[in-house]
């Protein structure tokens, strides 16, 4: 019996970490873990029975994006708050979202109005910066100034008008980063393949959402992966491809990484259970699944789990787009309904959903453990992310969040269990075995049977210190450091 002045103890719960499973109690003092022990008992504190749950780290979802602004002038529409409570509600305490920089923008301002925004909600949060326009002074002063502010990560589009990097751009962004010691992320589609195959399908006519999908096919994906790997290794800058939609981009992950190369990959519950037919539902409803890239079939799915198992694939974010459906004007509507596909926004909500459908497609249908669960949610970006130990795992000295999970609890997702501000989900119907049944963030229950209790304005931002896991290699295709000398 170990009696200690706990706030709160959870009791005889199945602790499960990204390298262990066992039967133990979890003793917190304040928000933070002091032990991880057998029979401790609270002394006045609180006590919650966990027996038959797992009990897991909380998840951390490094790819959404809440309240990001446009370039149109528009916003994803999900609060800061409502992102919180979303997350909470599937499991999820802390996220990595973006703060974007628009042409001529220095990135100061940029990063304070969005630390105005994410202090609102109450998910603890850290972003990636997004560099849009790679000018001198951004890259000079502005990237270094960035990252030792705590943004260890930098966020690229190597697509989408208005945003989109050429590669001298991208290099350029890749050698600030390697002087800056930040990774990069990558949204690696073929800017002028995309533009040129829509030409071509908005001629001949081809105009609904399911075309979409034909206007960005899997090989545009490949070969852009291929790219900004190859781009990365002569810098010699370690990045992280987002949302790889199928085992063919993920084959070029595959391969850079058995070189050596520092790249990791990272998929979404969108290309596991969607598919590119949920675009040719009738009417406008196909509206609903677009998002980029496109979702493929189930056989692309398969090949991820199997990408996964290999560990090629070792995160599983949401990539939340909150963009309504239904409100004319506005969401996926901004624009009207009878519209061709290139004008409808793109991306799912997803932050509640994330954890259910990777717990029940993963660990409930066999394809993967229980550890490796808590590996692609949760410990795993914390350690690529520069996050752990304070977060991603269940051990003294860190941050005591946690999900406690029944993993035999069957659910049809429903918006209403979502707990976004956006009118629709994607997953609406899919049944998920499993289900997250309380989750505490620093030491507070926030959730406890689907109830979100958490008070606006506890958010936290999470500064990252310079931290070992991506230190570049000091490898060059012919041992020239270039980025040493090019500003
Ligand atoms: N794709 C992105 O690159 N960003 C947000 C949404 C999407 O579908
Ligand atoms: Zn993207
Ligand atoms: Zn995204």
């Known amino acids: 019996m170990n009696v200690s002045d706990f706030d709160l103890v959870i009791r005889g719960g199945t602790v499960v970490t990204g390298t262990d499973t066992f039967r133990a109690d979890i003793g917190v003092v ?23 749950l797992l009990v897991m780290p909380g998840g951390i979802d490094s790819h959404c994006h809440i309240e ?37 923008q220095r990135l100061g301002p940029v990063l304070a109005e969005y630390h105005r925004r994410a202090a609102r909600g109450m998910v603890d949060y ?21 990252v030792a502010a705590g943004i260890r990560s930098l966020k690229v589009f190597l697509t989408y008008d208005d945003v989109r990097l050429d590669d001298r751009q991208y290099l350029r962004v890749l050698a600030a980063a390697r002087r800056a010691g930040a990774l990069v992320t990558v949204h690696a589609e073929n800017y002028d393949a995309i533009a ?27 070969e852009a992966t291929h790219r900004a790997i190859a781009l990365a290794e002569l810098v010699d800058q370690p990045i992280q491809i987002f949302h790889v939609s199928g085992p063919e981009p993920a084959a070029e992950i595959a391969r850079a990484r058995a070189r050596g190369v520092k790249v990791w990959g990272e998929t ?22 677009i998002c980029s890239p496109a979702p493929r079939g189930p056989a692309e799915s398969e090949g991820l789990w199997d990408a996964i198992r290999a560990g090629t694939i070792d995160n599983i974010s949401s990539d939340h787009s909150g963009h309504s459906f239904s409100i004319p004007g506005r969401g996926k ?43 692609l949610t949760a410990s795993n970006p914390a350690k690529l992310f520069g996050l752990a130990p304070r977060k991603g795992t269940i051990a003294p000295g860190s941050d005591a969040d946690l999900v406690l999970w029944d993993p035999a609890k069957k659910v049809t997702i429903t918006n209403r269990l979502m707990q976004h501000a956006i009118d629709y989900t994607p ?61």
């Not at 304040?30 to 038959?52: C, H, K, N, S, Y």
């Not at 001629?203 to 959402?209: C, D, Q, V």
């Not at 259970?273 to 675009?279: G, Q």
């Open 30 to 52: 304040g928000e933070t873990i002091t032990v991880v022990g057998e029979a401790l008992e609270p002394g006045g504190g609180r006590i919650i029975e966990a027996d038959g």
């Open 68 to 104: 990001q602004l446009q370039p149109d002038g528009s916003e994803y529409e999900d609060s800061f708050g409502h992102a919180s409570a979303a997350c909470f509600a599937g499991g999820t305490t802390s996220v990595i979202t973006f703060a974007a920089q628009f042409k001529g």
């Open 126 to 146: 850290s972003f990636h910066q997004i560099i849009n326009d790679p000018f001198d002074a951004v890259i000079e002063q502005d990237v270094p100034e960035v």
């Open 196 to 222: 040129w195959l829509t030409e071509a399908l908005l001629k001949a006519g081809m105009t609904a959402p399911k075309y979409h999908a034909w206007s960005r096919p899997t090989v545009i994906e490949t």
């Open 268 to 289: 979404c519950p969108q290309y596991l259970v969607l598919s590119a037919a949920d675009m040719d539902r009738p009417g406008f409803e196909g509206a609903k699944f």
């Open 333 to 375: 509507r901004a624009h009207g309904t009878d519209v061709d596909f290139t004008k409808i926004p793109n991306g799912v909500p997803g932050l509640a959903a994330r954890l259910p459908i990777v717990f029940s497609e993963g660990v409930s249908k066999g394809r993967i453990d229980a550890q490796t669960f808590v590996r």
């Open 427 to 487: 997953y609406e119907g899919l049944e998920v075995t499993g289900w997250p049944v309380m989750t505490i963030a620093r030491g507070r229950v926030v959730m406890k049977d689907d109830v979100v209790t958490a008070a606006p304005g506890s958010a936290r931002f999470l500064p990252r210190e310079p931290y070992a896991f991506i230190t570049p290699r000091g490898v060059f295709p012919n041992g020239f450091d270039a980025a040493a000398i090019m500003i």
